[in-house]
């Protein structure tokens, strides 16, 4: 007879750097009251370093989250103390992909985009019995790889197949960072795939999770096997150019009976949409249709690069425990104050590059991403502020408007060739020109660009404000060591597709499922994916 089993988290364990996984399992159970005779399992919940200083030193550890395996009916003095004291508490339970009732199973439903938000929703509903067909407007990622690397010999996109769009989406060209500011039990399910697919298992639980844009090309293709020995039928350089809807009471919804791509009609029971932050051809033709869309905040900046090196003494310091940890990464905040919009940084990219993530000719976006090893002595990041339709104006594609705009401003003023314009942060500061701005890892290379001038003020003053922020938690940030780098508009989206907070359905419609960055519902790798997973769970369970 098997003993029923209840996991407990036992919270902030401190472990040097140097110390032993092995030893967790008994300082947690030590720290929890519990005989380690009595432990079942143990596992690493969540770890993350702790670099603060004490005074005038720095002593890095790690800090780590526990969880143990111990029968339900385990009760004692100390460890009942713990958990009335907070130490421990009971681990959130792990979600999962199946659907037991399987009332969708045989229906036929289209996925459109094959970013993290419809690849995981597409391989939900496989595993659920759903016929998927799964269609994306670039190539797969072999393919994918020819075209970017055209673009970087020739400086003319593939307006269809490019860093953006293709297999993976636009996160395979990123850096592949998995950590998200959402506790959600899908998540747990999505990382495991990701390790059945040849992710490291330390995915599992380190706070900051990052695969590698390496690994993810490595990664994908295994996915992507795995999803068509469950049917999924994957149509490659096939983008949406309309749906098919059955004309109905002019006060009833809208039911979708087919999709009308750049390759023909195909019929469904439902469409689940994943298009991503840029195709937005697609969504004004679905606006055009009676699709409703509405304008939303969106973050836009620019990319600062700094030596690695610089960077991982400012986090770590010079001592040797320094070495053991590898490049720094950082996670900065400067609240808004004195009439200054909030600013942050998104997307660090530890041992990086800087990429010009666009898709069309005559605009320029940056962005950033590493490999698993974060071999490159460069380190960037974006540095962002919030824009809505306070400053861009009315209407639901305004904020587009204004994104081109300034992409287009930036792509001339590198000289109309992907050139991006740089500025040192300090000149950036004093308000003049970097007559010969230092060497950047930018694909395209730079030009002395005029970077606080091409901003619009509000993210001028408030990039600004941040920079002398930084500065004081990082020595050099805003010196002329850290350079800053063409334009960062697309790390979010100014559009949003409303739909139903408990279906997932878009408004006016009854089998229309907008999903992840594209949908304005999710931001970053993760967030998209556990959120293409649970618009699939709500399609499945109707």
Not at 318 to 334: F, K, R, T, V
């Amino acid at each position: 007879m098997t003993v029923p089993a209840r996991t407990w988290r036992v919270l902030n364990l401190e472990m040097r750097l140097d110390e032993s996984e092995s030893l967790l399992r008994e300082r947690a159970a030590w720290a929890a009251g519990i005989d380690p005779e009595h432990v079942r399992g143990c596992r690493i919940a969540r770890r993350s370093v702790d670099a603060r200083r004490h005074g005038k030193t720095r002593r890095l550890r790690f800090i780590v989250h526990a969880d143990l395996v111990l029968d339900a009916d385990y009760s004692g003095i100390r460890f009942d103390a713990a958990v009335k004291a907070g130490k421990l508490v009971e681990a959130p339970k792990a979600g999962s992909f199946d659907v037991t009732d399987g009332a969708r199973k045989g229906t036929r439903v289209v996925v459109v985009g094959s970013g993290p938000a419809g690849l995981y929703a597409a391989l939900v509903l496989a595993l659920n019995g759903v016929g998927v067909d799964l269609i994306d407007r670039g190539a797969e990622l072999k393919e994918r790889g020819r075209d970017v690397v055209r673009f970087h010999r020739t400086r003319v996109p593939n307006t269809e197949s490019n860093l953006l769009f293709g297999e993976g989406g636009a996160g395979t060209y990123s850096d592949g960072k998995l950590y998200t500011r959402v506790d959600d039990p899908l998540e747990v399910p999505c990382l495991e795939t990701l390790v059945a697919c040849g992710a490291k298992p330390d995915i599992l639980y380190d706070s900051r999770a990052h695969i590698g844009t390496d690994r993810l090309h490595k990664i994908l293709p295994v996915l992507r096997q795995k999803m068509e020995a469950l049917g999924v039928r994957f149509h490659w350089n096939t983008r949406l150019d309309g749906l098919v809807v059955d004309s109905g009471d002019a006060d009833s919804a809208r039911r979708v009976r087919a999709i009308r791509t750049s390759e023909g009609e195909i019929r469904c029971d439902a469409v689940l949409l994943a298009l991503g932050h840029s195709a937005r051809d697609s969504v004004r033709a679905l606006h055009q249709q009676g699709v409703r869309v509405e304008a939303k905040p969106f973050q836009l900046g620019v990319r600062i690069e700094h030596p690695q090196e610089l960077i991982t003494r400012g986090r770590y310091g010079d001592g040797p425990e320094a070495a053991m940890l590898g490049p720094a990464s950082y996670n900065l905040i400067c609240k808004a104050d004195d009439g200054v919009a909030a600013s942050f940084s998104f997307c660090m990219c530890p041992g990086g590059t800087i990429v010009a993530s666009t898709n069309a000719p005559g605009l320029l976006c940056t962005n950033g991403m590493s490999n698993s090893s974060h071999s490159s002595p460069w380190a960037n990041a974006a540095l962002v502020t919030t824009f809505g339709p306070n400053e861009y104006g009315p209407g639901p594609f305004a904020g587009v408007v204004f994104q081109e705009k300034l992409e287009r401003r930036f792509f001339e003023a590198g000289g109309a060739d992907y050139t991006a314009p740089a500025q040192a942060a300090d000149d950036f500061l004093k308000g003049q020109l970097t007559s010969k701005p230092r060497h950047s890892s930018y694909t395209f290379g730079t030009a002395p660009g005029r970077i606080d001038s091409l901003l619009p003020p509000v993210a001028r003053k408030a990039i600004a404000r941040a920079l002398l922020k930084y500065e004081r938690q990082i020595s050099g940030f805003a010196s002329s060591e850290g350079l800053l780098v063409g334009l960062e508009s697309r790390s979010s989206g100014p559009i949003r597709l409303p739909r139903g907070r408990e279906t997932s359905v878009a408004e006016g419609f009854v089998n229309l499922y907008p999903m992840g960055e594209g949908a304005g519902c999710a931001g970053g790798i993760m967030s998209a994916a556990i959120d293409g997973a649970r618009c699939a769970l709500h399609y499945l369970r109707g």
